[in-house]
């Protein structure tokens, strides 16, 4: 009976540990599309279109505030100042104009949450598209912020309020990563036909290894560069997956 006991009691402390070894559960998006007519509901004088799409965590996970917060903050931000400025802008301009977000998750385990952002707008004239990362902790930093590069290689504790220690982790970061991409650059191992006049300057100007990645599925950081900024926009987006064991070699 004791045995019997014992082993209950055991079960008990580890299944909320066991719980939450798990992915992050997902509810509804976070989806909308919010037009706005330049004349009243008249689309003869030219419209503002916005559709964006984001993650949203299930509310019954204990860490899903963790990024819910970061992605409503933004959705309320959007509806409050960008929507209603850019429509302004653009109507000022006679343009109509269709923006379109989306999203890809990446990385989703017990630890990490990260997802590959989509960005397109669209007008008469011109089609500019582009992506971003977003890394989430679910266990350390502070809610509705991004997990940054020097949090991952954990050479900096999530909350550091040390401006000079901030800057000076996340400059060895971001300098063993450039020296890293620039080699791979260098190397060309794929064959891409980057800009002739290409040089590591030129690629600390297009690139922000603090910023510009998001997350695989084994939680390693996937930093990329946006069409046309090193190379032909044929070439397309420029990934460069690195190993955080990579990276923490070369600190």
């Given at each position: 009976m004791k045995k019997l006991l014992l082993l209950l009691a055991l079960a008990v402390v580890l299944l909320p540990a066991a719980a939450f070894a798990d992915s992050l559960p997902l509810a509804e998006d976070l989806a909308e599309t919010v037009t706005v007519f330049y004349n009243g509901a008249d689309d003869s004088s030219g419209r503002y279109e916005y559709a964006y799409r984001y993650p949203h965590a299930d509310p019954d996970d204990p860490t899903a505030f963790r990024v819910n917060s970061y992605y409503e903050y933004l959705v309320q931000d959007t509806k409050d100042n960008t929507i209603p400025n850019l429509a302004d802008y653009y109507s000022g301009m006679g343009e109509s104009v269709t923006v379109r977000i989306s999203y890809e998750i990446t990385c989703n385990n017990n630890d990490l949450f990260s997802v590959r952002i989509h960005f397109t707008e669209e007008n008469d004239e011109e089609f500019i598209e582009s992506w971003s990362g977003n890394t989430f902790s679910r266990t350390d930093g502070m809610p509705g912020s991004l997990y940054s590069l020097p949090n991952l290689l954990?050479?900096?504790s999530s909350g550091e309020?040390?401006?000079w220690l901030?800057?000076?982790q996340a400059g060895k970061a971001c300098d063993a990563v450039l020296m890293?991409?620039?080699d791979r650059i260098r190397e060309n191992s794929?064959?891409?036909e980057y800009y002739p006049d290409l040089d590591r300057k030129t690629l600390e100007a297009y690139f922000d290894p603090e910023l510009d990645f998001w997350l695989d599925e084994s939680g390693n950081p996937v930093?990329?560069?946006l069409p046309g900024r090193i190379a032909p926009e044929e070439a397309?987006?420029?990934t460069f997956p690195v190993s955080l064991e990579d990276i923490k070699d070369e600190l």
């Open positions: 954990g050479i900096l309020s040390d401006e901030e800057e000076r890293m991409v620039w794929e064959g891409i930093f990329f560069l397309g987006l420029l």
